[in-house]
Every structure is written in C-alpha cells, then in structure tokens.
C-alpha cells in the first residue's frame, strides 16, 4: 500500500488529494481509505511537479466530501 496523499478538496464531484514529497501512485490506480475500503480511481496528475494533485474518481456510492482532510492510499 502507498500513501497517496490528503484529501484538501473537492470539485466537479472528483475528490483532490495533495501528494506528499515522496512517489505519488500512477493514474488508473485504486485509492483506499485507511480500512482499505475503495474510495475511487486515480483520474488525473496535475499542478507543481514537486507536489502535484490527484484527482480521484469516486466510486459510485461515495460522495466526495466526508473525505476532506483525510490521509488516503494506493492500493
């Protein structure tokens, strides 16, 4: 399992996550809470290459918002 990163917001109904310094996982890529239940799909990469955001797809009974400042994973 990798860190994928913080949930800092939402928008367009995709969940945006902060990737920390190290590795951020490649797009198409299963994000997991911390239970490991799924949340959604890696969609997009975007913003500063030291630190970028990770736009998540969410699954289709999540909602986007109670994730908000959560940690969240690769699996």
């Avoid at 198409?28 to 239940?37: H, K, P, R």
């Avoid at 955001?53 to 699996?75: C, E, I, K, Q, W």
């Amino acid at each position: 399992m990798q860190r994928a990163g913080e949930a800092v917001r939402t928008a367009q109904g995709l969940l945006i996550l902060r990737a920390g310094d190290e590795e951020f996982p490649d797009v198409g890529s299963e994000i997991v809470d911390e239970s490991l239940t799924s949340v959604g799909t890696l969609v997009d990469v975007f913003g500063p290459v030291d630190r970028p955001y990770l736009a998540v797809s969410m699954d289709d009974d999540r909602r986007p918002a109670p994730f908000v400042g959560a940690t969240l994973y690769a699996r």
